[in-house]
């Protein structure tokens, strides 16, 4: 189970950090994602990071977007700064055992909103 929070209301330029807490016992086997998803566009790749280090982002994300992990707390966080109203989208945090061929469990989303 995943479970997201920290979206909500703010100004472009300002920041968020969302997190992700998991209920998995072996947390730190499961590569971890964040992806989007826009009203009437489809959800797109935002960030992950794998179980074993290192981290990816989307083009459009890099350099305002850092991922993070802490495998004692069970939690994965997105880190969003300089915000822009385009970032306005549902968020959702995904996980895949050790690099899986597809993201198989997902959170229910957390809004984000920037304002101009």
């Known amino acids: 189970q995943l479970l997201e929070s920290g979206g909500g209301l703010v100004q472009a330029g300002g920041s968020l950090r969302l997190s992700c807490a998991a209920s998995?016992?072996?947390?730190?086997?499961?590569?971890m994602g964040w992806f989007r998803q826009a009203p009437g566009k489809e959800r797109e790749f935002v960030a992950r990071?794998?179980?074993?280090?290192?981290?990816d982002y989307a083009d459009s994300m890099k350099g305002r977007f850092t991922i993070s992990r802490d495998n004692a707390k069970n939690t994965v966080y997105l880190q969003m700064d300089n915000l822009k109203p385009e970032d306005t989208a549902v968020y959702y945090c995904?996980?895949?055992?050790?690099?899986?061929?597809?993201?198989?469990?997902w959170g229910q989303g957390t809004q984000v909103t920037v304002s101009s």
């Open positions: 998995a016992r072996t947390f730190s086997s499961y590569d």
């Open positions: 995904t996980a895949r055992f050790r690099s899986a061929a597809t993201w198989r469990y």
């Open positions: 990071i794998p179980w074993s280090g290192g981290a």
